[in-house]
């Protein structure tokens, strides 16, 4: 029996790097997929991969930042599908990092932490509506390493990442009592993810700033992990798609560590 076999699960970000590559896995494992983004064509790209593993795929242009649009988005899968098992926020977007905080302005530095917090926000409490009414669901969110890292040029990643962190263990304890699973997954730098992400122009600015050669900086990178290598976008939506399995059904108020040992639990 396949994982997903039967579940309706929508991805907001959907025609990104971690939200295609969910998609395609979600597909492989039976689930009837509706994707969300801004960008229509890379939405109707992850669409096809996923229609080419069998899956049922709808896709919206949608605004994971707007509450009406996404509200308004999630009354329409619930029309047309009956429930929302599954609902996974992979919504990505540049922001700041490297930089010193005497040279990180107020705006850079709340940039990620109103972006990533109020994306989360929005569509966690648009999806919960229909997964209280039906008893059950699981909700995905996405960290980084951020949340438990330190040293220059991380606060605003670092209390993004460690602000939603708390909020998923929050709403776990809110939803639970409803039959609503949460779970966060804290994936670290992925190489297959940087030619089809926002990564490789915010790493890049990075190193530069560093005055160390891109590849030297990603090297960095890989040298903190235990297992000498970074995580892939296939092992972290095969991980997604086994936490919003039955199987995982006992895992919730969660943080997957999937940084390939550069943080140890």
């Not at 891109?214 to 890989?222: A, S």
Request: charged share 20%.
């Amino acid at each position: 029996m396949m994982l997903l076999e039967d579940k309706v699960a929508v991805i907001h970000g959907g025609g990104g790097s971690i939200g295609a590559a969910a998609a395609r896995v979600f597909a492989r494992e039976g689930a009837r997929l509706f994707l969300a983004g801004r960008s229509r064509p890379r939405l109707e790209a992850a669409a096809s991969a996923a229609r080419s593993l069998g899956a049922v795929v709808d896709i919206a242009v949608v605004d994971a930042m707007d509450e009406v649009a996404v509200d308004r988005h999630i009354d329409e899968v619930t029309d047309v599908a009956g429930r929302i098992d599954i609902a996974l926020n992979a919504v990505g977007f540049d922001h700041v990092q490297g930089l010193a905080i005497g040279d990180t302005s107020l705006a850079d530095y709340l940039h990620p932490v109103t972006g990533y917090l109020q994306t989360n926000f929005v569509t966690a409490k648009a999806v919960s509506r229909p997964m209280i009414a039906q008893g059950s669901g699981v909700i995905l969110t996405i960290s980084t390493p951020g949340a438990r890292l330190t040293g220059r040029g991380l606060i605003g990643n670092a209390a993004q990442s460690a602000g939603l962190e708390g909020f998923s263990r929050a709403l776990a304890g809110e939803l639970g009592p409803a039959g609503v699973r949460v779970v966060c997954v804290r994936p670290h730098a992925m190489m297959d993810a940087l030619d089809t992400s926002y990564t490789r122009e915010m790493f890049g600015r990075i190193a530069a700033d560093s005055g160390i050669a891109f590849g030297t900086w990603m090297d960095g990178l890989v040298g903190m992990t235990l297992l000498g290598r970074l995580p892939t976008l296939d092992e972290v939506a095969e991980h997604l798609a086994f936490a919003a399995s039955d199987r995982a059904r006992s895992i919730t108020g969660v943080v997957s560590n999937l940084t390939a040992g550069a943080l140890v639990d």
